[in-house]
């Protein structure tokens, strides 16, 4: 912690941390400065003058140095010589501020004043009316008159797409920079600018596509005005109709807090829906920023082929029926197969929907048969001992800590974890990255390997063998090694780029065990606040599905089987032959992804799905389950924190949550009759079967405490229109490493995924089409086409060109993809990006079309 | 393309800024571009930003900012003429719209030869010298018709010589990075 001094703002003593400004000094005593352009989480510019305060320091004897007193005894202020920026002002011992007088008054209402001579004042069809700082301000401030002449008024462009996410109102800009400085200084992305000066000024941008960031929501959060809005929800409701309902994204593994902003509408059929989604406060995930995919890709829950009703095989096609059929069906199949039921599950439904699924194979049918339907990371045994303690803050980190990050590009895999690493660096931690290629957090880093094709686990080793030794060895290796070791705190990333499943686990472990290297304090990088391990899963419920036990080998908590059952990839191969005969397949498209080859010789197939995926078409029943958006339910975030979210809209059609539609099959076969809401699967269920829940219920987990900056009040102009959070910042369950010693990992060998002549591996891209993104027309144009990223040197041995159509062959399944030479892939490794998953290095043939 | 044609003037003028610091060269960088393009065009923008690594958006804005890079074509010779307060308390506005008729053209229009455009610019900082212009950089102060008169004969007549177009400031740089 900083030192403290002490100031006096309006009379309020308080201690506040050295090098403060003035204005979020004075928001702790809950004294609201009105600002324009400052931003609590941006550097102060002093751009506005909105935040013009008083400011005096106790004056001294030059001579003495002793400070001067008033008769009464009380210091001597010297007031200087006018009004200071409260924004750019820094706290100092001893600080008197004045935000009530007079003079201060009178400067907002020049200000506001000023800000209106060439504002249109067309609040009544501006999408901020409501919710804006400068209507706000104005009503609060503002002189009720003007001096100025209406006619006089600039006449600027009203709807000028910043690419085809962000619209700009020129004549409402108020020249705040916030946009711009968001963009510079917290995503990395300089590409929307000031042009011109003066009133003529305007925000422009050139990239390709335009304003081309993965955050440009948050400057329509931040804008002072109505100048951004989203094309999304502009002129899509009035804030002031619009309910809110706090949610967690339903993508990525950072499980980003939002706020879904819903309405019940005519023009919907009566129905409520979700019109646009917020960032939620929450200072210990995501602040108060989300990604462009997390705000626009909402669009699944109501998407118009949403499943409504079960469908039951009949003559061959698939017709509706009622769910007591449907759910009798299920269950008299399954348990006529009992032990040998198998099912498989996404990694995106929630806790409560997974615990249920387990729950009815393991105690209804006594299979062991479940697992991931597409697994791509391993690790999840090993987070459980030494993942990221409890307690801990990404934002806490910064001098003397090391943040290393292995195999993945997390700007596309997980952007808010990239956003945080990226400041933790900037504030001075080491980062550490080592990957195959360059990515966007190659920029940031300390220490940057790109390791060869297939050395991925090598490399980690090495490394791992280089702290355990310590000689001081003075090459790269032994360098990093050495920052880890030495480090105060030390937060590990592993991902799955290139890499095979086998391999992650390899990772995994290695890692693990080298952040259990003990420095010469004996202080090891496990089991204490901001340090650990985090793996950065594809979903935004994998660690749960991990926690819940859907795994052949691991009962829910880790707890380990007996006898194991059969994997996927066992249960794919068991299709294609005969030996597994029922299926359950959650959430997932097996078929649709590749991984399952038709229904094979399957004797029954249900699928319980919000669309009819490729593998809902060749079912025999299939189940209409509820989004995330008509339930409430919780999911558990990559770094192990538990969080809630709750029911938006109503439910589409007859659909039901997976948990329930679950618990109902396992009453028909017997098991306890279901739970009345996803609460008590919590509390009876998981708390009671998972020991790491064992203290959480959903009252613990929507526990709230003040947190800083205070953004989300009345104040809007302070930290724009992010949430406060007001329903819970999840609860994080402790590792094993925080309540003890664990053991060193035994890491197994592995033999890396053999290469051809060149060496392919797919990377992940943020707008990957996919079953729930391609139902977000609004993101459409910016997802990723399906490309082969290629090297100059390599492209030229092909004789490939940019532009041209080149077919992949990847084990058996041929890719149409367009070619990119551009320098996104180094020499002798090409890239396939914009495709669903395939694991490790790929063996691929390249031809062109 | 600059990065061939003034590979070894970008090249000197990148070699004065630290590693992390290189889009410092920018306002050099966009008056090469500026001089090859003769405004600054999609084109030069683009080569900029691409020399920096930055993304042409910040060009753009630069551009933007300062009265000295065009984002229009312009005639070999621009008459940036003042008419901030000074200037226009001395008639700055009629002697725009006199100049603009003397050459047949509005304001940021090119004569048909293609010789001069007339802009109109903020103080230049010659306030006691009010009115004034600015060509290519060099000042023309105390002004009244026949001056003007004078000032456009005087220009005629380099171009009739072949005189190459006076972009001093361009040649400065470029002399100053052969050292
Ligand atoms: S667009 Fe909004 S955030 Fe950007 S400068 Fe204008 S008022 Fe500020
Ligand atoms: S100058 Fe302080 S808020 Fe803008
Ligand atoms: S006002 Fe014209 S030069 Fe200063």
């Known amino acids: ?849 | 393309m600059l990065k061939e044609k003034y590979a070894k003037e970008i090249e000197s003028l990148l070699a004065r800024y630290p590693e992390d610091k290189k889009v410092s060269a920018i306002l050099s960088l966009m008056h090469i571009a500026q001089k090859e393009y003769g405004y600054m065009s999609q084109e030069a923008k683009e080569e900029v930003a691409d020399i920096l690594g930055i993304d042409p958006t910040h060009v753009l804005s630069i551009t933007g900012f300062y009265s000295l890079y065009y984002e229009e074509p312009v005639g070999e010779y621009v008459l940036e003429i003042c008419n901030d307060l000074a200037c226009a308390l001395r008639g700055a506005d009629e002697f725009i719209d006199m100049a603009c008729q003397k050459l047949g053209v509005q304001k940021d229009e090119i004569t048909p030869d293609g010789l001069f455009s007339i802009k109109n610019v903020m103080c230049l900082g010659a306030c006691d010298r009010a009115p004034m212009l600015q060509c290519n950089l060099k000042f023309h102060e105390h002004l009244d018709e026949e001056k003007f008169d004078q000032l456009i004969d005087h220009y005629r007549q380099r171009a009739a010589e072949g005189d190459d177009r006076a972009h001093e400031v361009v040649d400065k740089i470029l002399i100053e990075t052969h050292h």
């Open chain 1, 1 to 849: 912690m900083s030192d403290l001094v002490t100031i006096f703002v309006d009379g309020i003593e308080l201690q506040v941390e050295q090098g403060a400004t003035v204005v979020d000094a004075s928001k702790r005593v809950d004294v609201d400065i009105p600002v324009f352009c400052h931003h609590p989480k941006l550097e102060p510019v002093g751009m506005c003058r909105m935040c013009l305060v008083e400011i005096g320091m106790p004056m001294r004897d030059r001579a003495t140095g002793e400070p001067v007193l008033e008769e009464d005894g009380s210091p001597q202020i010297n007031w200087g010589r006018g009004l200071q920026t409260g924004c750019t002002v820094r706290v100092a011992d001893g600080m008197r501020v004045r935000t009530t007088t007079d003079v201060v008054d009178e400067a907002r209402e020049n200000v506001i004043e000023f800000l209106l001579t060439s504002h249109p004042l067309d609040c009544p069809i501006c999408d901020k009316g409501g919710e804006c700082p400068l209507q706000n301000l104005t009503m609060a401030h503002g002189l009720g008159e003007s001096a100025f002449d209406f006619d006089s008024k600039m006449q600027n462009e009203k709807h000028v797409p910043l690419g085809e996410l962000i619209f700009l109102d020129r004549e409402r800009c108020i020249q705040c920079a916030r946009c711009t400085r968001f963009q510079d200084e917290i995503a990395d992305d300089p590409v929307i600018g000031f042009h011109n000066r003066g009133r003529a000024l305007e925000i422009v941008t050139l990239s390709d596509p335009g304003f081309d960031s993965y955050w440009s929501g948050n400057t329509t959060d931040i804008c002072p005005v109505g100048a951004l809005t989203t094309a999304d929800f502009r002129f899509g409701a009035r804030p002031w109709e619009l309910i809110p309902v706090a949610s967690i994204s339903p993508h990525g593994p950072e499980g980003a807090n939002i706020t879904m902003s819903t309405r019940q509408e005519a023009k919907s059929g009566g129905r409520v829906v979700i019109k646009r989604i917020m960032p939620r406060q929450n200072e210990l995930v995501n602040e108060i920023w989300i990604s462009d995919h997390t705000r626009f890709v909402h669009h699944f829950a109501d998407a118009a082929d949403r499943l409504t009703k079960p469908l039951i095989r009949k003559g061959g096609v698939l017709v509706e029926t009622d769910w007591d059929t449907a759910l009798t069906t299920v269950a008299e199949k399954l348990q006529a197969a009992g032990s040998s039921a198998a099912g498989l599950s996404g990694d995106r439904p929630s806790n409560e929907d997974l615990f249920a699924f387990q729950k009815l194979f393991r105690q209804g049918l006594k299979s062991h048969h479940i697992d991931l339907a597409a697994s791509r990371i391993a690790g999840g045994d090993v987070t459980a001992q030494v993942g990221i303690a409890s307690g801990s803050n990404l934002l806490d980190l910064g001098r003397g800590d090391v943040i290393v990050v292995v195999a993945s590009d997390l700007h596309e895999e997980a952007p808010i974890w990239w956003l945080r690493v990226k400041q933790a660096a900037e504030r001075g931690a080491q980062l550490v990255v080592l990957n195959v290629r360059p990515t966007r957090l190659d920029k940031f880093a300390t220490h940057l390997v790109h390791y060869p094709v297939g050395e991925a686990v090598a490399t980690v080793r090495q490394l791992l063998g280089a702290a355990q030794i310590s000689d001081g060895a003075s090459d790269q290796i032994g360098k990093i090694a050495e920052a880890i070791v030495g480090a105060t705190n030390v937060v590990a990333f592993y991902g799955y780029e290139g890499l095979t499943y086998a391999e992650t686990d390899v990772l995994a472990k290695s890692l693990a065990n080298l952040l259990q290297v003990k420095n010469s304090d004996g202080h090891s990088h496990v089991g204490r606040v901001n340090n650990g391990l985090i793996a950065v899963w594809p979903h935004n419920n994998t660690q749960g599905a991990w926690d819940m036990g859907i795994h052949p080998a691991l009962a829910p908590g880790y707890q380990s089987v007996d006898q194991p059952g059969r994997s996927a990839a066992e249960i794919y191969s068991g299709v294609q032959d005969g030996t597994v005969q029922t299926l359950f397949v959650m959430a997932a498209d097996p078929v649709g992804d590749g991984l399952m080859n038709g229904r094979g010789l399957l004797d029954f197939l249900v699928v319980q799905e919000l669309f009819l995926t490729e593998t809902a078409k060749v079912a025999d029943v299939v189940l209409p389950a509820q989004s995330w958006a008509e339930r409430d339910g919780t999911f558990t975030n990559g770094e192990r924190r538990v969080q809630r979210y709750y029911p938006a809209i109503q439910p589409v059609g007859e659909s039901r949550p997976d948990w329930q539609i679950i618990e109902q099959i396992g009453h028909k076969m017997g098991l306890d009759k279901p739970h009345f809401a996803a609460s008590l699967v919590f509390k009876k269920g998981i708390a009671a079967g998972v020991p790491q829940y064992s203290d959480m219920d959903y009252r613990s987990i929507a526990k709230v405490e003040k947190q800083y900056p205070d953004v989300g009040g009345e104040d809007l102009y302070y930290g724009g229109t992010s949430y406060e959070n007001k329903h819970g910042l999840g609860q994080q369950w402790t590792s094993a490493a925080e309540s003890g010693d664990v053991a060193m990992f035994t890491v197994p060998d592995v033999t890396p995924s053999a290469a051809g002549a060149l060496p392919v591996i797919r990377t992940a891209a943020l707008y990957t089409p996919g079953t729930l993104i391609n139902r977000s027309d609004v993101l459409s144009p910016r997802m990723a086409q399906p490309t082969l990223h290629l090297h100059a040197a390599d492209a030229d041995r092909l004789s490939i060109a940019t532009g041209d159509a080149v077919i992949v062959s990847v084990n058996g399944q041929s890719l149409q993809l367009s070619a990119h030479v551009n320098g996104a892939a180094p020499q002798g490794l090409a890239l396939i990006n914009g495709v669903s998953y395939a694991a490790g290095v790929l063996d691929a043939k390249i031809e062109t079309a």
